[in-house]
T-cell receptor, first 111, second 115 residues
Framework: SAVISQKPSRDICQRGTSLTIQCQVDSQVTMMFWYRQQPGQSLTLIAT?????????ESGFVIDKFPISRPNLTFSTLTVSNMSPEDSSIYLCSVYITEAFFGQGTRLTVV | AQSVTQPDIHITVSEGASLELRCNYSYGATPYLFWYVQSPGQGLQLLLKYFSGDTLVQGIKGFEAEFKRSQSSFNLRKPSVHWSDAAEYVC?????????????FGKGTLLTVNP
């Protein structure tokens, strides 16, 4: 199993600013995943973060908007850059070890 | 492209009644299917999963799900619902092709339980 600590749990941010979300796992994992859940929508994969290489982004998501760091096998960050109200969502990090484990999520509100 | 459909956005049942939540998947000769429950402040909790073998899988909290390949379905059931089951239920499919363990999620079904 895996325990994931994600922070912050929630934040209210001004448009045009950036927020960095941190995700810490209690075991070493090769891949970490970042998801977004917009209101009324399904959880959608933003990118897959591998240690030692650039993240792989899904269609519709770009590195300039969602830069990701993966400095080691237990930690990753996702930055939401130049925020607009449309970025108001829940952001989740996840790992897969026989099943998927998730952080508690970050509820972001952009005003 | 891979997709997961949960046709019911919101379901209301009475406490003690039976429950069935629908899930249809669209991709994969061998789907890896999951049901999660999402409660406010609780994150996503795995209820059960299907990889292979017996098509009726048992999960936690008295839930079960049946995989039906002919219908591309993986419906979640519970014989008697408790008030504490009120939550969002999310179905997911794992694309495990290659090394890329990506989950595709349905939009979820919100369950309300009436006393």
């Amino acid at each position: 199993s895996a325990v994931i600590s994600q922070k912050p749990s929630r934040d209210i941010c001004q448009r045009g600013t950036s927020l960095t979300i941190q995700c810490q796992v209690d075991s070493q994992v090769t891949m970490m995943f970042w998801y977004r859940q917009q209101p009324g929508q399904s959880l959608t994969l933003i990118a897959t973060a591998n240690q030692g290489s650039e993240a792989t982004y899904e269609s519709g998501f770009v590195i300039d908007k969602f830069p990701i760091s993966r400095p080691n096998l237990t930690f990753s960050t996702l930055t939401v850059s130049n925020m607009s109200p449309e970025d108001s969502s829940i952001y989740l990090c996840s790992v897969y070890i026989t099943e998927a484990f998730f952080g508690q999520g970050t509820r972001l509100t952009v005003v | 492209a891979q997709s997961v459909t949960q046709p019911d956005i919101h379901i209301t049942v009475s406490e003690g009644a039976s429950l069935e939540l629908r899930c249809n998947y669209s991709y994969g000769a061998t789907p890896y299917l999951f049901w999660y429950v999402q409660s406010p402040g609780q994150g996503l909790q795995l209820l059960l999963k299907y990889f292979s073998g017996d098509t009726l899988v048992q999960g936690i909290k008295g839930f079960e799900a049946e995989f039906k390949r002919s219908q591309s379905s993986f419906n979640l059931r519970k014989p008697s619902v408790h008030w504490s089951d009120a939550a969002e239920y999310v179905c997911a499919d794992l694309n495990s092709g290659g090394r890329n363990y990506k989950l595709t999620f349905g939009k979820g079904t919100l369950l309300t339980v009436n006393p």
